[in-house]
């Protein structure tokens, strides 16, 4: 079932459950998702590496607006976005944790040959492929430049 099905199934079962949360997030990444396909150029369906980086861009986002809304002072408006965080977190695949994550770095360092921070460039591209929509870039990033430097 493609990402797209699941929305439309989820959003039927907030607007019966009248979770406005839900509906909320649901509606944004149906939005996004008719934005994807629609784009320039765009073949009309989204591969599924294509819906795993739609969705955590829109988390991404999310994220930061949390963070701008807490150091503002703002909990009604940070409560939304984190809400709606957990709502779209559902539809992306188990995140690793920072242990794992750092275990398959040393294990690409080694492999890539990588010894200084010059080198991290090489690392994040391995990385970041074989990490992608298991851990979130910033967190990829800290590690390989923690690790290079040591």
């Known amino acids: 079932m493609s990402l797209e099905q699941k929305i439309m199934d989820e959003l039927k079962?907030?607007?019966r459950a009248k979770d406005e949360a839900a509906l909320r997030s649901l509606r944004a990444v149906k939005a996004a998702i008719l934005l994807a396909k629609t784009a320039e150029g765009g073949s009309g369906?989204?591969?599924e590496e294509d819906e795993i980086k739609l969705l955590q861009k829109l988390v991404k986002t999310r994220k930061d607006s949390l963070e701008i809304f807490q150091q503002q002072n703002r909990?009604?408006?940070a409560q939304k976005e984190a809400e709606e965080i957990a709502v779209i977190e559902k539809f992306l695949p188990k995140q690793m944790s920072p242990d794992e994550v750092k275990a398959i770095v040393q294990e690409i360092i080694r492999?890539?040959?990588a010894s200084s921070p010059a080198d991290m460039g090489k690392v994040m591209?391995?990385?970041t492929k074989q990490l992608a929509g298991k851990a979130d870039g910033k967190?990829?990033?800290a590690?390989?430049?923690e690790?290079?430097?040591s």
């Open 125 to 127: 591209g391995v990385a």
């Open 75 to 77: 909990p009604e408006l």
């Open 111 to 113: 492999s890539t040959g």
């Open 147 to 149: 690790l290079l430097a």
């Open 13 to 15: 079962t907030a607007m």
């Open 143 to 145: 590690l390989v430049k």
């Open 139 to 141: 967190t990829i990033s």
């Open 45 to 47: 369906e989204l591969k």
